[in-house]
């Protein structure tokens, strides 16, 4: 059986290319991951999301755990066969989105107590229980339960949740035990305060994992602060592991992500934009419901592969869009996570080639050639 | 080109098989075609309609008419390129759906002025503005513009509207004109009352048509009138011409419908059933929502090779139609549509076989075999 393991291809500037394995199969880094929230990225099936090029997808552990419940899903063999996907999975530990969903919270020392969203019903998430929970549903890359506070917050904030998330890291550890195949992450902390990533970094190292993230970015700081973290957080962190960015973000984001030594992010932004009528492109966004597209007979970018722009045109997907059609959001969902990975593609290429830095300039000329609706 | 054509290959009782040759491809008869309202089958891809099965689809010039629009969808290339399928479509004429949506209406001679539904804009349908939009909308098959009373009706109601329907098919047929690879489809009307239908039908011949459709039934008479009707109804339409009856059905209306002589139908059901968690099978129909598939791992058919039956448990369909997510939709319309077209190869293969009443007892016992969701 493969094991878990990550190796560097090339490296430009901090920017670095390789490969993950796992036992479900390779994932090229940097790697976009599609979010499956609910054991389905929302409006496309399993195989398109792997036609667009994803090797990996994000699951869910709250929403997962609520509905329809790990326990059920290990019943039915695992979230890799529950919901039709046999490459690898990521699950987040759960803990974000029980600080940003759930209803009645109480955090302890030893975990969160919460009433659910959906039902009201009372559950606990603890670290060990976070761990048994992504054990249920079989996830490959299993995420540290942590906690994050919502930015701008004091030091003395930030540094408390912090050592917190560290003791919850080495608590994750223990309970992860030794899984062949599997990896286990940690999650580094501190906010936009380098003493605190730092002393972070250190307490993570030190109890050793498969893989880092970046935690606590993306949660309302801005882009400037968040690449101000990027350009000292990564190289704090072990070269000869995967370095994962959570949450993030907007096609600029990421690019500025990978350019900062960043190997993996999620993100909900290419299929919840679908849904709402957004589509993202090389020469920037175009907002299908706008009037002007009623009768363009051009695709949402000439110079993409993708089934969308091969095969319909802007008055098509506007006359979707407004007549609610399910369609829409399948179309415009697809052409998103493509792009997405497209991007990821000419990054992986252009680190690969050296030439990192021409490929950054050309993306944001592209983009800066002007709003692609206007064309 | 290929002109429009019908070749009949086998006859089994009043069962028929044949081909519908046009330039767009061959129609395999009997037929089901999916219906694409608003230039999509709701929740399902051009490709993946294919996949299934289907020949043909259904448009529906009402809606097409109101958004985006007939002139439009011409202006765009037609409603193939529209909506990215390039085989044959066949389109109504519009009567029907006037009748039963839009607001308003006023019924003359001349045809009928109303209000949309979707905006409250004023229009007026008649049979030439009806052959108008088809031809605008590139249509393969064009239904003819007709009128048809909600039954019950007396006599007396339905002879008038049966009347004034054929006065509408000379003058659709006038305007159509000659359109070599298009085909223009009479509408038989005349209710549950055979001297009215044979009425119809000697009309219909005299003006003579391409193919016959047997308008105004499955309008709520019940499946013992409309098998009543159509026990003589189809005899008096010419022998080398398709026939189809609009609108029907479920597939036990379906396999009755074949077996009286019809080669042509369409329906929402399959599509509708879908999104609303409803999906039919050879062992009868399964009610995704029911709690009782929360925890099922078997497939909704375990004998049925579409890719809903093939990668999902009903545990999982039942979970993500309780979350509400669109792939719900999406996988119980793919199984439906590709159950009907099942059925509609099934009988193809025993009617060229000799053998279609040794099909329908097995048809129907596989059904009486007991609710499959209670197996």
Same mark, same amino acid.
């Given at each position: 059986?493969?094991?878990?393991?990550? +190796?560097?291809?090339?490296?430009?500037?901090?920017? /670095?290319?390789?490969?993950?394995?796992?036992?479900?199969?390779?994932?090229?880094?940097? #790697?976009?991951?599609?979010?499956?929230?609910?054991?389905? %990225?929302?409006?496309?099936?399993?195989?398109?999301?792997?036609?667009?090029?994803?090797?990996? @997808? @994000?699951?869910?552990?709250?929403? !997962?755990?609520?509905?329809?419940?790990?326990?059920?899903?290990?019943?039915?063999?695992?979230?890799?066969?529950?919901?039709?996907?046999? /490459?690898?999975?990521?699950?987040? +530990?759960?803990?974000?989105? %029980?600080?940003?969903?759930?209803?009645?919270?109480?955090?302890?020392?030893?975990?969160?107590?919460?009433?659910?969203?959906?039902?009201?019903?009372?559950?606990?998430?603890?670290?060990?229980?976070?761990?048994?929970?992504?054990?249920?549903?079989?996830?490959?890359?299993?995420?540290?339960?942590?906690?994050?506070?919502?930015?701008?917050?004091?030091?003395?904030?930030?540094?408390? +949740?912090?050592? @917190?998330?560290?003791?919850?890291?080495?608590? +994750?550890?223990?309970?992860?035990?030794?899984?062949?195949?599997?990896? !286990?992450?940690?999650?580094?902390?501190?906010?936009?305060?380098?003493?605190?990533? #730092?002393?972070? #970094?250190?307490?993570?190292?030190?109890?050793?994992?498969?893989?880092?993230?970046?935690?606590?970015?993306?949660?309302?700081?801005?882009?400037?602060?968040?690449?101000? %973290?990027?350009?000292?957080?990564?190289?704090?962190?072990?070269?000869?592991?995967?370095?994962? @960015?959570?949450?993030?973000?907007?096609?600029?984001?990421?690019?500025?992500?990978?350019?900062?030594?960043?190997?993996?992010?999620?993100?909900?932004?290419?299929?919840?934009?679908?849904?709402?009528?957004?589509?993202?492109?090389?020469?920037?966004? %175009?907002?299908?419901?706008?009037?002007?597209?009623?009768?363009?007979? /051009?695709?949402?970018?000439?110079?993409?592969?993708?089934?969308?722009?091969?095969?319909?045109?802007?008055?098509?997907?506007?006359?979707?869009?407004?007549?609610?059609?399910?369609?829409?959001?399948?179309?415009?969902?697809?052409?998103?996570?493509?792009?997405?990975?497209?991007?990821?593609?000419?990054? /992986?290429?252009?680190?690969?080639?050296?030439?990192?830095?021409?490929?950054?300039?050309?993306?944001?000329?592209?983009?800066?050639?002007?709003?692609?609706?206007?064309?």
């Amino acid at each position: 059986m493969t094991r878990f393991s990550f +190796s560097l291809t090339a490296t430009d500037g901090a920017a /670095r290319t390789g490969v993950i394995s796992t036992p479900r199969g390779d994932i090229r880094t940097p #790697a976009f991951m599609p979010v499956g929230t609910a054991a389905t %990225v929302k409006a496309m099936m399993p195989d398109s999301v792997r036609a667009t090029g994803a090797d990996i @997808l @994000l699951g869910n552990t709250y929403h !997962l755990m609520l509905r329809p419940g790990a326990e059920r899903i290990a019943r039915l063999g695992g979230l890799h066969k529950f919901m039709n996907w046999d /490459r690898p999975i990521l699950t987040d +530990s759960g803990g974000f989105q %029980v600080m940003s969903l759930a209803e009645l919270r109480k955090l302890t020392e030893k975990g969160v107590t919460f009433r659910s969203h959906i039902d009201g019903s009372k559950h606990e998430l603890t670290p060990e229980r976070s761990m048994e929970i992504q054990k249920l549903l079989g996830s490959d890359i299993v995420m540290c339960f942590d906690e994050c506070p919502a930015l701008p917050a004091d030091d003395k904030r930030v540094a408390e +949740s912090m050592r @917190l998330s560290m003791r919850w890291a080495q608590r +994750s550890r223990d309970a992860f035990g030794d899984r062949p195949g599997h990896a !286990l992450f940690g999650i580094m902390q501190g906010g936009v305060t380098e003493h605190l990533r #730092a002393e972070s #970094a250190e307490a993570l190292t030190v109890i050793g994992f498969d893989g880092y993230a970046v935690g606590g970015l993306a949660v309302g700081e801005g882009q400037e602060a968040m690449f101000g %973290v990027l350009d000292y957080a990564p190289a704090m962190l072990p070269t000869d592991k995967p370095r994962y @960015l959570m949450g993030v973000g907007k096609p600029d984001d990421i690019v500025g992500a990978v350019k900062r030594g960043i190997d993996m992010m999620d993100c909900v932004l290419p299929s919840r934009s679908g849904r709402t009528g957004q589509a993202w492109t090389r020469r920037g966004q %175009v907002n299908i419901k706008n009037a002007r597209h009623a009768d363009d007979p /051009r695709p949402l970018d000439e110079d993409c592969s993708c089934p969308t722009c091969q095969g319909y045109s802007r008055a098509y997907l506007h006359h979707v869009f407004r007549a609610q059609e399910m369609i829409s959001g399948m179309l415009l969902t697809w052409h998103n996570l493509h792009y997405y990975q497209e991007i990821m593609q000419g990054m /992986r290429d252009a680190i690969a080639q050296g030439r990192f830095a021409d490929w950054e300039v050309d993306f944001h000329r592209q983009r800066e050639m002007g709003d692609i609706e206007k064309l």
